[in-house]
């Protein structure tokens, strides 16, 4: 199998030349593959949208519009949009909920269970399946352009303000104006009880912003200044640091505590709740990534869970990532990039280093999405980790120009032995949540949706909370951290750890800084890097 980055029509010729392939698998591709390579080989594209629907907007407008269903089509590319035979297509109900959690969620399921079908056809049957058709084409809707998503503060209901905040998550955002500026709104989240003028910022929590609507609020977790001719590039940041403290001066501060957020309809970064005597501590993060404030406002939520009298205490959000790390959007906007990664490292640590450190109760890592880098360390962390089977884990750090933290050294040994540290870190390739489970870097893996898998999980820890072993279990963990740290000290570890970071972080010259720029600022790769290339 080989990998190509669809970086241009001349680079696509050139990657099917060297590799000769007897497929072509085109993924949610922005552009038609060439029409001679479409000639010379079997050429298989996904199209996020149901047959005849390959507008620019399509999903878009699906969530815009408040469709009901939505649809993923493999069909096999002539090099024109919409005009080749289906080969698959996989439907599901469009949940209410942004559009890039969509495509991490149902979307991409429907994808791989749709172009799995359609490989097994090319298997069966090579270049035309028997039961193939032309698809037929209506002519796509226009873009869906900031003229669509505009809202109007004034007239526009909470259901309305949400569709078009949805459709728009995570890119392009809505332009609005707020105190006199030009901003992109990201984020759409429902809130029960605040209320106040239409479009008038009535509340803060937690770096969000909570605009009131004619008929109820919105919580808005991420802005971005819309940037000027040609200024600087501009990226998603907490709307509060956007905007600044001094228009936010006489808007309050509303705090909401994680049990009580689990039980209203309100925007909260962390959830707690109680089930069957297991705790559950939910938590969510834009881009899935922690910034050094919210890695400090999840220990607090964690040790807060911690002394509550259950014996197993279960990690992760409801749906959509886990976790993928340091907050880099954050770091890049500091006063000095270097000192905020590294006060974001070090809360990092302390989060992970009370997880390592909890000796009366069995923590579960429960992953219903994604994870990466540190977010794979802060899920290692946990005696056990349960996976959906459609997680990928990308357990390294290779690409952000460091070495690692979170104890990374300590966990990843224990679970897969050293050798297997090395070649997973240093490979810098993803690995499904399968695959994970053979090397013994996940524990269990449950197929299903995300709901399917929460409702698993429950099951799962039910049972674990109500097993006859488990106060053996526990004991055995406090002796074995008790021996782990008699053979060599987390502290150890850490400082290990910490004195490669401290180089890559603070050397100006590091490659650290160029590819922390890179990421946040969405610069694409000139070429398909040499470790997909193998």
């Known amino acids: 199998m080989g990998i190509e980055l669809a970086l241009g029509d001349d680079d696509t010729r050139a990657g099917a030349q060297a590799f000769e392939p007897d497929l072509i698998v085109g993924l949610m591709l922005a552009d038609q593959v060439p029409a001679d390579l479409c000639a010379r080989h079997v050429v298989l594209q996904v199209n996020p949208g149901p047959e005849g629907d390959h507008g620019p907007s399509s999903l878009d407008w ?5 469709a009901p269903y939505w649809s993923v089509t493999v069909q096999r590319a002539v090099g024109a ?5 289906v080969w698959a297509s996989e439907t599901f109900p469009l949940r209410q909920c942004g559009k890039s959690e969509l495509y991490r969620t149902e979307v991409a399921d429907a994808a791989v269970r749709a172009l799995l079908r359609a490989i097994e056809r090319f298997e069966r049957t090579g270049a035309e399946p028997i039961d193939s058709r032309l698809e037929v084409s209506a002519p796509p809707p226009p873009p869906y352009t900031q003229y669509f998503r505009r809202i109007d503060w004034a007239h526009d209901s909470t259901a309305t303000v949400l569709r078009k905040l949805r459709a728009a998550d995570s890119n392009p955002g809505v332009l609005d104006q707020l105190y006199g500026r030009e901003v992109f709104l990201y984020g759409g989240h429902l809130e029960d009880r605040l209320r106040g003028a239409p479009g008038s910022v009535i509340a803060t929590r937690d770096g969000a912003i909570c605009r009131a609507t004619v008929d109820g609020a919105v919580w808005i977790p991420q802005l971005r200044a819309r940037p000027l001719p040609g200024g600087p590039a501009t990226y998603k940041l907490p709307a509060t640091e956007v905007l600044g403290p001094e228009p936010l001066a006489d808007v309050p501060d509303v705090p909401v505590s994680p049990c009580e957020a689990a039980v209203r309809v309100t925007w ?7 089930y069957d005597e297991v705790g559950y501590l939910g938590f969510t993060y834009a881009g899935g990534a922690l ?3 919210q890695c400090e406002r999840l220990l607090a939520a964690y040790r807060q869970a911690c002394a509550r009298p259950v014996k197993v205490l279960v990690l992760g959000p409801a749906r959509d990532f886990f976790c993928n790390g340091i907050q880099l959007n954050v770091i890049e906007a500091a006063a000095d990039p270097a000192a905020e990664a590294w006060r974001n490292v070090n809360a990092f640590n302390d989060l992970v280093e009370a997880i390592l450190t909890t000796t009366d109760k069995l923590v579960i890592s429960a992953l219903p999405g994604n994870s990466a880098a540190g977010g794979v360390m802060l899920a290692l962390a946990g005696d056990e980790v349960w996976c959906r089977e459609s997680v990928v884990l990308n357990p ?3 690409l952000s120009g460091l070495r690692g933290s979170k104890y990374w050294t300590y966990t990843m040994p224990r679970r897969v032995g050293a050798e297997c540290a090395d070649r997973l870190t240093g490979e810098a390739l993803p690995i499904g949540a399968r695959s994970a489970a053979r090397l013994g870097l996940v524990d269990r893996v449950a197929a299903g949706d995300p709901a399917e898998f929460r409702t698993w999980v429950r099951r799962q820890a039910a049972e674990l909370a109500a097993a006859t072993d488990l106060a053996a279990r526990i004991d055995e963990k406090r002796r074995r951290r ?3 740290e008699a053979a060599k000290p987390l502290a150890v570890y850490r400082s290990e750890e910490l004195e490669h970071l401290n180089r890559e972080v603070f050397d100006p010259a590091s490659p650290f800084h160029r590819l922390r720029r890179d990421f946040v600022t969405k610069a694409g ?3 398909t890097p040499a470790y997909l290339l193998g």
């Open 62 to 66: 699906a969530i815009g519009t408040n």
């Open 525 to 527: 790769p000139r070429a």
């Open 81 to 85: 949009s919409g005009a080749g035979p």
């Open 291 to 293: 910034s050094t404030a």
């Open 396 to 398: 390294h750090y290779r």
């Open 482 to 484: 008790a021996a782990d």
């Open 268 to 274: 909260s970064e962390l959830r707690y709740y109680e």
